[in-house]
């Protein structure tokens, strides 16, 4: 048996906003940028001081009031800021306490978030905290070697480049070319082709480049990102290629060259016993290069660095079982003790820690558009009319028996029969389906036994739940009776990987929280895709098939739709922004910069408008000029012939050209 843990349990007591944050478990993985406030909205703490607060339903409410809609991205630099401190602190505390004296740099890999915002938000970070940028791509490189001009300073010369990936002549050739200029860029070898290049430019241009090359450890990465490692990943170079290149490099006098040793064992580790392993296995192998003369600095641990995405501390692939510090430590305790009883000075050790750096900076805010809900309590006067009158209706067909059979199982459920009560009413539902499909029902009599069966599903779990406990055979039913929420974002577009690889995010509604969530629900975007729905959602035991969300209270009026709800998704940072794609032409949301002012009041620091109609159709090849010209014509010939007014005629090109011009997005 389970035990239940959703909102019956809760029933008795006051309901408080404490409550709610326990629900959502809010302290676990908020890790204190995120709370909840006394008039019951969830709060960001961009630095983690709780005097420090920004209210979410109250920027939302202001973004409002300023013509921006949800959905919304809020960015917040703040906490980008804070974790970079963070990180570094991680390290020098572990350095210090171990009496480490090779130093430590964090790169940013720019694949995770290449957003302008955050890559110079790092960049300007980069000198003070001795951190860096890394490029994966020739586009990627052409950005970061504009980032680190922009740094100015000592970060032009100080700040560490490295570019990962396949590299071409042309790719080499620049790099070297900007080592020349005065950069600190290490090209990371990931093929044998790659180092010749290397060494035929650096002799063509003069120039002594840093050099590193990345190795196919035989410890296995663990989880999603299993094949980044390993000696059949796709990346990296064998170890007899190692000694080769140590050969190689001998030979065109460029040993010394050979700076930085780089190995990347997959992302979102969850366990940290594989660092541990694979960091054992790579300081070996830096000592023993060291020991053939190489003239190596850099020992590159890779990214990896997960983020606690359901606050449970653990080891599975939505969490991590350690903290930053106790990754410092461990990183730092295998290094120096490899590299002291191998007579080895201590490595300045780099870490590509993306998706920690980034993952905690960015939320998603989205509205909810309505819902889609089976009544609990079914409208028994009028179940009980609909089957009078098909009695009474000639003598062709009769009320079915599994009708009465659900409509008798409904009326006479009590604690004590909850399993027969199940079993009755599922038969008697199968039985009814059958019939209707043998042309044996009417339309009516079908609606009366499938509302008679979800009002039993409810009634059971009602009683079940006042029993304190869910009997196995019932656990799929809070699921199958759960609300659907319709929800104004596309999940391809602001959480893709929610889609592609069942990554959990945490969401919670951003408001009411003082108030007991009532329902159960499932959510669901506004893409026409049936895989646009979320269906598992974070909790500290185990992922969750639904999620308590408040009541929607109707506005008052015919189609007036309800009251605004909005829902926060939370730690979408990495990755996320750039993997999103256009399905169903949905672009990218708009993005807010908040940050807190000195009176500890948030302000608008930046404003990035989401894409218009006009910029996805562009994208895929319409020109809107186009378009706009066909449809005048055709309105125009509907206005001659009378199908419109020339004022209808005029309101729907209005339209036409103000959606272009609009939000992809609903603007209610
Ligand atoms: C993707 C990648 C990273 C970043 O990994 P995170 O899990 O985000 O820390 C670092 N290094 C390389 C080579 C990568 O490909």
Redesign the pocket.
């Known amino acids: 048996m389970a035990t239940i843990t959703t909102r019956s349990a809760f029933i008795h007591g006051q309901w408080s906003t404490a409550d709610s944050a326990q629900l959502y478990g809010i302290p676990d993985w908020g890790k204190g940028y995120v709370g909840v406030n006394s008039l019951g909205n969830v709060t960001v703490m961009p630095t983690k001081e709780p005097g420090k607060q920004v209210d979410l339903a109250e920027v939302i409410q202001g973004l409002k009031d300023r013509g921006i809609h949800t959905p919304v991205l809020l960015r917040f630099n703040d906490i980008l800021n804070h974790r970079l401190r963070e990180i570094r602190k991680a390290f020098d505390d572990a350095m210090k306490e171990q009496s480490y004296t090779g130093g430590y740099s964090c790169v940013y890999?720019i694949?995770?978030n290449q957003q302008r915002h955050i890559c110079e938000q790092i960049a300007s970070l980069a000198v003070e905290l001795d951190f860096g940028l890394?490029a994966?791509s020739k586009p990627e490189l052409l950005a970061v070697l504009g980032l680190s001009a922009s740094a100015g300073g000592p970060g032009v010369n100080g700040m560490p480049i490295i570019c990962?990936g396949f590299k071409d002549d042309e790719f080499i050739e620049t790099v070297t070319l900007a080592t020349k200029l005065g950069r600190n860029i290490i090209p990371v070898v990931e093929k044998w082709t790659e180092l010749e290049l290397i060494v035929k430019h650096a002799k063509q241009y003069g120039i002594r480049p840093k050099i590193g090359l990345r190795v196919k450890l035989s410890s296995k990465g663990a989880g999603r990102w299993e094949s980044s490692a390993g000696v059949r990943s796709k990346f990296g170079l064998f170890v007899s290629e190692l000694l080769q290149a140590v050969e190689y490099l001998k030979k065109h006098d460029m040993l010394d060259c050979l700076n930085l040793l780089h190995c990347?064992v997959g992302?979102?580790l969850y366990d940290i016993r594989v660092f541990k392993n694979a960091v054992n296995e790579l300081s070996h192998i830096y000592c023993e290069l060291v020991r053939l003369g190489a003239g190596l600095q850099y020992l590159d641990i890779?990214?990896?660095?997960g983020v606690d995405y359901d606050g449970s501390q653990s080891a599975w692939s939505s969490s991590i079982n350690y903290t930053v510090a106790e990754y410092a430590q461990d990183v730092v305790y295998r290094i120096k003790s490899v590299c002291d009883s191998a007579k080895v000075a201590h490595p300045r050790i780099v870490s590509?820690?993306?998706?920690?750096m980034v993952a905690y900076g960015s939320v998603l805010i989205m509205d909810v558009l309505g819902s889609s809900k089976f009544e609990a309590s079914p409208d028994l006067v009028n179940i009980e009319k609909l089957i009078k009158e098909e009695a009474s209706n000639g003598n062709e067909r009769e009320v079915p028996q599994p009708v009465l059979d659900l409509l008798d199982a409904y009326k006479n459920l009590t604690e004590r029969n909850l399993m027969e009560a199940y079993h009755d009413a599922t038969q008697a539902r199968d039985e009814a389906m059958s019939l209707f499909g043998l042309g044996y029902m009417s339309l009516p009599m079908r609606s009366v036994a499938e509302q008679l069966f979800w009002a039993i599903g409810h009634k059971l779990l009602e009683k079940a739940a006042k029993k304190g406990e869910l009997p196995d055979e019932f656990e799929n039913l809070p699921e199958l009776l759960s609300d659907i929420y319709f929800c104004n974002f596309s999940l391809f577009q602001s959480m893709p990987d929610s889609w592609a690889i069942d990554q959990l995010f945490p969401i919670c509604p951003i408001h009411r929280l003082g108030e007991q969530p009532m329902r159960q629900a499932i959510l669901a975007d506004i893409t026409c895709d049936s895989d646009g729905k979320i269906d598992h959602f974070v909790d500290k035991r185990e992922d969750k098939k639904t999620l308590e969300l408040h009541d929607l209270r109707d506005l008052p009026g015919e189609g007036k739709g309800c009251e605004p709800y909005y829902l926060g998704v939370f730690l979408l940072g990495?990755y996320q922004e750039i993997l999103g794609d256009l399905h169903n032409l949905l672009g990218d949301t708009h993005a807010v910069h908040i940050s807190i002012d000195d009176q500890g009041e948030w302000e608008i620091e930046d404003v990035i408008e989401g894409d218009t109609v006009e910029e996805v159709l562009k994208y895929v090849q319409y020109d809107p000029e186009d378009l706009k010209r066909a449809m005048r014509k055709d309105i125009e010939a509907a206005c001659k012939q009378g199908r419109l007014t020339l004022i209808e005629g005029k309101s729907l090109l209005k339209y036409y050209d103000d959606g272009l011009e609009g939000y992809t997005y609903l603007e209610g």
């Open positions: 890999p694949k995770v890394e994966g990962n990347h992302s979102q890779g990214g990896g660095m590509e820690s993306g998706r920690a990495a």
